[in-house]
């Protein structure tokens, strides 16, 4: 009798009560995408791509939560934690860029050059450093670090030590409702938003990248929050925010696809690599179009938290 495959598994919704305190909603959080995150544990070890993804999505909304309530919870009081995710991240990043850039980068370029001398090379040496960087992940879950990483989040959470040293104000804050947090942030996070968007043209690469990363943490607060607010308008603004970063995401890409070039030793005068960075300039002006059709229904969109 064989055992089942693991399976990805995505995250599951937050579920807030309007009245429910900011605290109670940050550990709600918090504890959604520790548990999201070991979840895949097991589909990641069976080296399952979208086990993979899965597993660094958990801890991006992890860290993004952690910054969505610094103005209640400092920086200082996590710091240590947040050390703990970027050791992990070291091995996660990799193998998870390796995926995207074989995967959904190259598998075009692949097939569209299927008899290409220079890339067929190329697929098999990438192909093997993408297996080294699933190891090293494999590893690094398989060491005792990783409970330990998982059980301080988790002592952090129930013994709630961020509130040794904090100011009675902010203490007083943490009780408040979190709609009353929630509501001002969303409104501020997607100004900014618009702010960068409206000058998009004539962002540099640098900037757009900023604006890709401002529009990531607006979506995961939307979705973090989703459950205070109309369910049909938070959707439908979930939605394009996805769409701007799938946008903005290819021009980031690009940017990951010549590191990983590098790292695989490509020269930039290779023939591979000129067709490979090709390829993707060709996509870049695409979605820049997008980009633009899609940045004018967010701008005048529904805000969910202003009807």
Known sequence: MTSEMPLPVKASPVRLASAASSETAFIAIISGCLRHAEANRPAVLDGQVEGVHQMRVAFRRLRSGLKIFRPLIPRDASVRLVEDL?????????????????????????AHFPHKTSLLRFQNQAGLLRERHHQALQDAL???????????????????????????????????????????????????????????????AEQRHTLRIRIKEMRYALDFFASLYSGSAVKLMSNTLS?????????????????LLDEAGLKPLSPARQVIEGWYGGRLDLHERQFAEIWEQYRDGERPWRE
Request: contains cysteine; hydrophobic residues 40%; proline residues 6%.
């Open 142 to 204: 398989r060491q005792p670090h990783y409970p330990l990483l998982l059980q301080r989040f988790t002592d952090w959470l129930d013994q709630r030590v961020w509130r040794k040293g904090l100011s009675d104000e902010l203490r007083e804050r943490l009780t408040e409702p979190v709609l009353d947090f929630a509501t001002p942030l969303l409104e501020r996070d997607h100004r900014r938003v618009v702010k960068r968007g409206s000058r998009f043209t004539k962002l540099s």
């Open 86 to 110: 970027r050791w992990l991240n070291g091995f996660l990043g990799p193998a998870r860029d390796w995926d995207v850039f074989l995967e959904e980068g190259m598998a075009p370029i692949f």
């Open 243 to 259: 769409r701007l970063q799938d946008c903005l995401g290819v021009m980031n890409d690009i940017a990951v696809a010549r590191r």
